[in-house]
């Protein structure tokens, strides 16, 4: 029987072990991050923009329609996509942690359609890199782990960057790329400016490969086409529900309307249009002068169309987007990784640190927790707490006055969500503010003191009472009525209608309130009311079901002090 050589015995048992180490360094690194990523979903702080998701998420949970009955200025997908997940879970103060977690696979997927472009434009060596720097950006990875529409258009956008580019779908290109775009397009309207960045950049990488006819062809037009009614599936199927269920114009003014407003607007201009000014022909340039060294025209035109494309979404985003977040970052965060990666490695040349790739990976994740884009304390334990209160102290059927949906599972009495938008058309008056006028006309019992404009702050000052720590933000209707001695009487006057009691820090207060005998809780109406107390006693008034379900009547006095 012949055996093999040696030395090549001794390559292939070398070989074996080395891509044993390879996969070994993956296992490690994937590890790493997943340890991580649920220490992040469990303890990261909340991001105000995350309970205004769930609170729409719960509305479609519970048969409520977006736009008419609950306001969002986003897109629809995604929401309707996690209601099933979160219906399921229920009423719990520790959903914010549970959704998240479930953002975890959508975090693993962009990782692998990171490493698949990076593979396909330069080499499985660049995408593991680049992958891998993806993966502990401390941008992507603290917005990643929170529950936002963006993590799935960060994915799908990724999944249109590899369909564009793979070498094995040209049949069925078109009709795929399509497809996915639209259904970005249903996550997230910024999928728009994607597009726009994309489709220039693919021009100009034309132009300057002399091709630019390729546009005008019959084949690229039969493409545009059929990519174009592929889009409009996902967008026309929801634009065919709302309009069924009659809330066309309502999606229409929350979704593109409302988006647009003058103050935000006024933000474009001056030095951030120098940016995509004066950035876009230097990367004209740069891709002339990389076209000089490119031996495959056909992987260069790739190549320089992805990170062209990346590059001008940036610029755009800086020079004319009105109001720029960390998460309009993400969809570009892993393509500019896949840059740097072939820059690093030098077009696939020099060895690659595949072997080092779990060492790389918990590096970068230390310094990530040294610096702090990753907590070491629970910080979402506040946030935690305030939504178990809220939640014993009210039921489904009460209103819960929040800024942007932060209470979750509970109605709220306006119909805007306090963000950035919103509160500009208030300053400006597009919107009238009548959030005083709905906390009176719906007896909104709580509200949670943030993001108030100052008149309806002075109202819950008025009309509201603080409970809990000192500096907390949940307030019950109520009122503290100061010290009294016996047979004295006090008025106070009422403006959020409700059932109401009159405690001292000891229990009920005892007297007569508006001339009879007082023995407990009183629904009260609008109005002036007047209470004689039978002895001397601090007293307040407070919401009664507060007091039947734990809020205790010394609290309601230590709040304040008094």
Request: proline letters at 5%; charged letters at 20%; aromatic letters at 8%.
């Amino acid at each position: 029987m012949t055996r093999l050589p040696l030395p090549l015995d001794t390559a292939w048992r070398s070989g074996e072990r080395q891509g044993d180490l390879v996969r070994i360094g993956v296992l490690v690194a994937a590890a790493l991050l997943l340890v991580l990523r649920v220490h992040c979903a469990l303890t990261l702080a909340m991001n105000s923009d995350e309970p205004q998701h769930l609170h729409v998420v719960w509305a479609w949970a519970q048969g409520r329609l977006p736009y008419r009955d609950v306001f969002d200025n986003h897109a629809p997908l995604f929401q309707l996509l996690c209601a099933p997940l979160l219906a399921w879970l229920g009423e719990r103060a520790d959903i914010v942690a549970l959704m998240r977690l479930a953002m975890i696979p959508v975090y693993f997927g962009a990782l692998a359609l990171t490493w698949v472009i990076g593979k396909t434009l330069w080499s499985s060596r660049t995408g593991w890199l680049a992958a891998a720097f993806t993966a502990t950006a401390p941008v992507f990875f603290v917005v990643s782990a929170q529950f936002r529409p963006d993590d799935l258009w960060m994915l799908l956008w990724l999944a249109a960057v590899a369909v564009a580019i793979a070498p094995r779908l040209a049949r069925h290109r078109a009709a795929l790329l399509g497809f996915v775009v639209g259904t970005a397009l249903a996550v997230s309207l910024k999928t728009l400016l994607l597009l726009v960045a994309a489709g220039i950049a693919a021009s100009t990488v034309l132009a300057i490969d002399g091709s630019l006819r390729e546009l005008a062809s019959k084949r690229f037009a039969r493409a545009l086409g059929i990519g174009g009614l592929c889009a409009l599936v996902v967008p026309a199927a929801f634009a065919a529900f709302f309009a069924g269920a009659g809330a066309w114009r309502d999606m229409l003014y929350c979704v593109f309307q409302h988006n647009v407003a003058p103050e935000l607007d006024d933000r474009i201009g001056g030095l951030r249009l120098l940016i995509a000014v004066l950035g876009y022909p230097l990367a004209i340039v740069a891709a002339f002068a990389w076209r000089g060294f490119a031996d495959d025209l056909a992987r260069w035109r790739a190549q320089c169309a992805v990170l062209l494309a990346a590059l001008l979404y940036l610029l755009f985003l800086y020079g004319f987007w009105p109001l720029v977040t960390h998460q309009d970052l993400l969809p570009a965060i892993p393509l500019v990784a896949v840059g740097v990666a072939a820059v690093v490695l030098r077009g696939g040349g020099a060895a690659p640190p595949r072997r080092g790739l779990g060492a790389f990976v918990a590096v970068a994740c230390i310094v990530n927790l040294a610096t702090g884009a990753v907590p070491l304390r629970n910080e979402l334990a506040d946030e935690s707490n305030e939504l178990a209160r809220v939640l014993r102290l009210t039921r489904p059927d009460d209103y819960v006055m929040d800024a942007k949906g932060e209470m979750i599972f509970r109605r709220r009495p306006v119909y805007w969500a306090m963000e950035n938008i919103t509160v500009a058309r208030m300053r400006d008056a597009s919107i009238e503010d009548d959030i005083a006028a709905r906390l009176a006309a719906t007896g909104t019992p709580v509200v949670i003191m943030d993001r108030l404009p100052p008149k309806d702050a002075a109202f819950v000052e008025r009309n509201y009472v603080p409970i809990g720590p000192a500096g907390g933000l949940i307030r019950v209707a109520g009122r503290h009525l100061g010290e009294v001695r016996g047979g004295e009487s006090v008025a106070f006057d009422i403006a959020v209608p409700a059932e109401y009691a009159i405690v001292t820090p000891d229990g009920v207060a005892a007297g007569t309130l508006d001339g009879t005998r007082y023995v407990g809780e009183r629904r009260l109406a609008a109005g002036r009311h007047v209470f004689v107390a039978s002895a001397d006693s601090r007293l307040a008034l407070v919401w009664a079901p507060a007091l039947e379900r734990g809020l205790g009547e010394r609290e309601l006095f230590a709040a304040t002090g008094r």
